[in-house]
């Protein structure tokens, strides 16, 4: 409760309350027996708080704790490893560490596909970030595939007129146009 509380005043840029809130999560979850997955949870959560507030260094240290609670608990192919191997991968290439975040972002990927189907919107989402990665290492063709993928998966989930669909081709323009410089 103390984390959602956080992540919510977080959003709402109210950064004092979420820090206060966060703390007190901490100290709970200092008193769970070691391994405990609920550690690994509210490791997760901090690191959307610290995302929100721009302390990626922070935020990417409390994603990797909560990865490594997680995979011993459920086991590296669990979507709950995929959704902070994406968190994890979305924070550092927000931080422009594009080269560490790529094998988290394919692992989301793959634990997606496997877990939820090819075309599921998690996956689209996933190839969008792999490809945002490729664009900002000035890998265009490398990017390209996996922002095709990705706004072909968003076109056929929710249409033309999908903000998800626009956001994809965009990035797939930015490709082009960067390729031609």
């Known amino acids: 409760t103390l984390v959602l509380a956080a992540t919510r005043a977080a959003s709402a840029k109210d950064f004092k309350s979420a820090e206060d809130l966060r703390q007190r999560a901490v100290k709970i979850t200092s008193r769970f027996p070691s391994g405990d997955p609920r550690i690994g949870t509210t490791q997760n959560t901090l690191g959307l708080v610290y995302r929100e507030e721009k302390k990626y260094s922070d935020s990417a240290k409390a994603f990797e704790s909560a990865l490594t609670m997680l995979e011993r608990s459920y086991g590296p192919e669990s979507l709950d490893v995929a959704n902070i191997d994406f968190n994890l991968g979305s924070v550092l290439i927000a931080d422009g560490k594009y080269d560490a975040a790529l094998p988290h972002i394919q692992h989301s990927r793959s634990i997606f596909e496997k877990v939820m189907g090819a075309q599921s ?39 033309v007129e999908s903000p998800e669909l626009a956001d994809a081709l965009y990035n797939l323009g930015l490709v082009y146009e960067d390729r031609k410089s």
């Open 121 to 159: 919107l998690k996956a689209a989402a996933a190839y969008c970030l792999l490809g945002e990665a490729y664009r900002n290492m000035n890998r265009f063709d490398d990017a390209e595939k996996p922002l095709k993928q990705c706004a072909d998966l968003r076109e056929a989930s929710a249409g």
